[in-house]
């Protein structure tokens, strides 16, 4: 029976040419055009992943770049640099404001004290067996009485001051505190005069003298630091916040 010579093991056959794999111009695995590309466009290019750099916005807390190149600090806007500082108020504005209220206490105090021995005046006098004369008795309490309520108003005009000048950098806020505090040196004087009228000549002038230096010399000082130096130029005018 005949047959093909390649059906025959024992036929020998022909070396061919050895593989040299595909043609330098052939595609292993040709690019496919994407989905919805027109026909004729060229492939869509493949984008290496690695070192590819992403252009978003820095994460909170990195420092944003100035123009120059170099990181702007911490907590500065990417706009533009902070506002400036608030002027702080100067220590006498503070320390005059301080001792205004420490002032008001003391006149205070005092005031409801000359109130209550004023409201007692005639029992004193009762008591002591007609050393004073009714109508000396009279002038006497009148007087303290009414001593009693302008140290009152004066103590609450040391409050409002020093608050108002703790607030604010207006003019009036200044004259208020320096008339309140001028009122206390002048009422301290009025004491001062009144008391050595009675004790002149006794051994108790030393101790009114020391009793009205005590509430004269806290309006004296509060009065210095706003009269002259920083006290005084931080008060500007009427505008002033």
Avoid: C, H, K
């Avoid at 990181?71 to 001792?99: E, N």
């Avoid at 004193?124 to 009485?145: F, I, K, N, R």
């Avoid at 002038?205 to 806290?218: C, D, P, R, S, Y």
């Amino acid at each position: 029976m005949s047959g093909s010579p390649w059906a025959d093991p024992s036929t020998p056959t022909e070396p061919g040419p050895p593989y040299l794999g595909p043609p330098p111009t052939a595609q292993p695995y040709p690019a496919q055009p994407y989905a919805g590309q027109p026909p004729g466009a060229q492939p869509y290019p493949a984008q290496p992943y690695a070192g590819q750099p992403y252009a978003g916005q820095p994460y909170a807390g990195q420092p944003y770049a100035t123009p120059y190149g170099y990181p702007a600090p911490y907590g500065t806007a990417p706009w533009g640099p902070p506002p400036p500082r608030r002027p702080q108020r100067p220590g006498p504005v503070i320390t005059a404001a301080v001792l205004a209220f420490v002032q008001a206490l003391v006149v205070l105090i005092a005031s409801l004290y000359l109130w209550f021995f004023a409201s007692i005046a005639d029992v004193a006098v009762a008591e002591a067996g007609g050393v004073w004369s009714p109508g000396t008795v009279d002038a006497l309490a009148t007087e303290g009485t009414v001593l009693a309520i302008v140290q009152l108003l004066s103590a609450v005009a040391l409050v409002g001051g020093g608050v108002w000048a703790l607030n604010t950098r207006r003019r009036a806020a200044w004259a208020v505190l320096v008339a309140a505090l001028g009122l206390q040196v002048l009422l301290a004087g009025y004491w001062t005069v009144r008391l050595l009228g009675e004790f002149d000549g006794s051994d108790a002038a030393g101790t009114v003298l020391g009793f009205t230096l005590f509430f004269a010399v806290g309006p004296l000082v509060g009065l210095g630091m706003l009269l002259a130096g920083p006290g005084r130029r931080w008060f500007g005018g009427a505008s002033q916040p």
